[in-house]
């Protein structure tokens, strides 16, 4: 009874081959099936991280204007405080060589850096020897700058013999070079100026006067128009008024007094 019991249950020795075998067929078509109804999973983004922004460039070095009168040869008769000077490498070197121009009589450099009218007097200057004998005799230049925008303006007070001959230049810089315009001036201006800002005191009371004069507007209008002129001395040897508000032309005259700035002849 127990061996028929035993036989009854008795599997076939084939039978647990056959059972792995469709065992294994049905894991790996499980993992078939599973493979192609995923969707594969997309590659993770290339994450690109952007360089660090260069470091600025230097501030631009401002060299002290004893170095630069040093390096560019500068006549030492030529003053100009540190704290009356440019802000840059380009303004300052420009302003140095103009007034080293007057204090060696350069009018070769001078003329090449002036604008047409102011070049055309000074050319006048030159022709009839008052550039010379004027500039042969100059002791000092005391120099002051005020930056405006791109430019700057300059003022010069020139020591000539016993005289004192101020001067006001405005200089628009192109690249490295610049070019000077005389500003307008009065013959008594002098008295106009003091404290350390001669460019602001100066303008301040020459524009003043325009503005006062273009209010009257049925008279005849005289402005005050900047020239290099002879001192009283050679006003006189060309048979010019002095301090009157009529100027000598240009290239007349003789003598060899200090530069000064007269008014032209009235606008009309």
């Known amino acids: 009874m127990t061996n028929q019991q035993t036989n009854q249950y008795t599997v076939k020795p084939s039978a647990p081959n056959s059972f792995v075998a469709v065992a294994f067929i049905g894991i790996a078509a499980f993992a078939g099936l599973t493979a192609c109804g995923e969707e594969e999973a997309p590659p993770a ?73 102011d070049r055309k007097v000074l050319a006048g200057l030159v022709s009839n020897g008052g550039w010379k004998s ?32 101020p001067m006001l230049w405005d200089a628009a810089m192109t690249g490295d070079e610049a070019v000077f315009t005389a500003f307008p001036g009065t013959p008594d201006i002098m008295s106009h100026l003091s404290g350390e800002d001669s460019v602001g005191a100066w303008k301040t009371y020459i524009n003043g006067l325009f503005e006062k004069y273009s209010n009257l507007p049925d008279e005849e209008v005289e402005i005050p128009q900047s020239d290099l002129q002879l001192a009283e001395g050679a006003d006189a040897a060309a048979g010019g008024g002095g301090e009157g508000d009529t100027p000598t032309p240009p290239g007349g005259g003789a003598g060899g007094g200090a530069l000064r700035k007269k008014p032209h002849a009235p606008l009309k």
Not at 52 to 69: F, G, R, V
Not at 81 to 90: H, L, R, Y
Not at 146 to 152: A, S
């Open 134 to 165: 004027t500039t042969s005799t100059i002791t000092a230049i005391e120099v002051q700058c005020k930056d405006e925008n791109e430019g700057f303006a300059t003022f010069g007070l020139i020591a000539a013999g016993a005289t004192e001959q």
């Open 45 to 117: 983004p290339i994450v690109r991280v952007a360089p660090p922004p260069p470091p600025p460039p230097p501030e631009p070095t401002i060299k002290s204007i004893a170095e630069l009168m040093t390096e560019y040869k500068i006549d030492e008769r030529v003053n100009l405080p540190e704290k009356a000077a440019p802000n840059t490498n380009e303004k300052r070197i420009a302003v140095l060589q103009f007034w080293n121009a007057f204090a060696k009589g350069d009018d070769q450099y001078a003329g090449g850096h002036m604008a047409d009218l």
